[in-house]
């Protein structure tokens, strides 16, 4: 299976549990990797035969950004959902993190993966 990746891509929303997490805004990471065959993208060099990583991008901080999840497992949930409803899709690994979240790390989160029609309802 082949695979396209969004890497470090950067939004600010409301995310965590804590009320003072509540009022602004914080960053947001965000990684992505899509799994579909892109064959047919290759031997073509047609965009039409391949999957906009702009139209994931775009759909990912919006998400983020208007959201307002309590955990990053919840957002990483959203994501993955929102990509596995876009064509050709087969599975999606989705990373999310709070960077400078604990006083002792860089950044904290949660990476998960998801397959076309093992969601849960």
Same mark, same amino acid.
């Given at each position: ?9 950067? #939004? ?6 804590? *009320? ?6 914080? !960053?947001? %990471? ?26 994931? #991008? ?6 983020? *950004? ?6 990053? !497992?919840? %957002?990483a949930t959203d994501i993955a959902k929102l990509c596995l409803d876009e064509p050709g899709i087969a599975r999606v690994q989705v990373r ?14 949660? *990476? ?10």
């Amino acid at each position: 299976m082949d695979k396209i990746f969004i890497t470090d891509l950067v #939004a600010r929303g409301i995310i965590g549990v804590n *009320e003072w997490e509540r009022e602004k805004p914080q !960053e947001i %990471l965000i990684n992505i990797t899509l799994f579909a065959d892109l064959q047919l993208a290759g031997e073509s060099d047609d965009i039409h035969h391949t999957i906009s990583y702009k139209t994931i #991008a775009k759909k990912a901080l919006t998400q983020a *950004e208007s959201a307002k999840r309590f955990t990053v !497992e919840a %957002l990483a949930t959203d994501i993955a959902k929102l990509c596995l409803d876009e064509p050709g899709i087969a599975r999606v690994q989705v990373r999310v993190e709070k960077p400078h979240a604990s006083r002792f790390a860089r950044s904290v989160g949660v *990476e998960i993966e998801r397959i076309r029609g093992d969601q849960h309802p």
